[in-house]
T-cell receptor, first 115, second 115 residues
Framework: GAVVSQHPSRVICKSGTSVKIECRSL??????MFWYRQFPKQSLMLMAT?????????EQGVEKDKFLINHASLTLSTLTVTSAHPEDSSFYIC???????????FGPGTRLTVL | AQSVTQLGSHVSVSEGALVLLRCNYS??????LFWYVQYPNQGLQLLLK??????LVKGINGFEAEFKKSETSFHLTKPSAHMSDAAEYFC?????????????FGKGTSLLVTP
């Protein structure tokens, strides 16, 4: 149980385009999901908290207009990187608290490369 | 606020030797502590967690960790390393009262297992 999926696993896009990444909780509901960013050889940094039915909460320094988050249902959150630039290239990982709420379950990640 | 510090960005052990990965935490509230493992280009897999129950926590793949409040530590150990243990390991913390249980991660420790 407590499986989180992400789609796509890899995406390559041109600079200036927008990319949407989906995060789904497959066998449980999640009113909250989290989006992290991981640069090569570095740790995960929390970008934002996605809240079902309300606006996302962004961490300091994260541009909310650039990283659009929509928590469309109790099993789906999407992260859209708008007008992507090469510096946005990174590994994006989502997580959701599983049943019981005290443990985060992570998706497999999405590797974004912006040319 | 909660944070963790992982001592040693790289640890190398021989196959069959003891694995010890160090993590110290800082938290203004009783912490929930986690160890995750990440294989290349993959998401994070939960190894074990401490959520204020038993201080010695046993996880998957033979790993265990001991919560020591007096030392503010949560070191990860495994009696005998396998080649398949080579990966990146992250210690993480969330406050029991932290809304949504978002995690703060350490910088990670890369474990190398040599034959």
């Amino acid at each position: 149980g407590a499986v989180v999926s992400q789609h796509p696993s890899r995406v390559i896009c041109k600079s200036g385009t927008s990319v949407k990444i989906e995060c789904r909780s497959l066998d449980f509901q999640a009113t909250t999901m989290f989006w992290y960013r991981q640069f090569p050889k570095q740790s995960l940094m929390l970008m934002a908290t996605s809240n079902e039915g309300s606006k996302a909460t962004y961490e300091q320094g994260v541009e909310k207009d650039k990283f659009l988050i929509n928590h469309a249902s109790l099993t789906l959150s999407t992260l859209t990187v708008t007008s992507a630039h090469p510096e946005d290239s990174s590994f994006y990982i989502c997580s959701a608290p599983g049943p019981g709420g005290d443990t985060q379950y992570f998706g497999p990640g999405t590797r974004l490369t912006v040319l | 606020a909660q944070s963790v510090t992982q001592l040693g960005s790289h640890v190398s052990v021989s196959e069959g030797a003891l694995v010890l990965l160090r993590c110290n935490y800082s938290s203004s509230v009783p912490p929930y502590l986690f160890w995750y493992v990440q294989y290349p280009n993959q998401g994070l897999q939960l190894l074990l967690k401490y959520t204020s129950a038993a201080t010695l926590v046993k996880g998957i793949n033979g790993f265990e960790a001991e919560f020591k409040k007096s030392e503010t530590s949560f070191h990860l150990t495994k009696p005998s390393a396998h080649m398949s243990d080579a990966a990146e390991y992250f210690c993480a913390v969330s406050g029991a009262s932290n809304s949504g249980y978002a995690l703060n991660f350490g910088k990670g420790t890369s474990l190398l297992v040599t034959p």
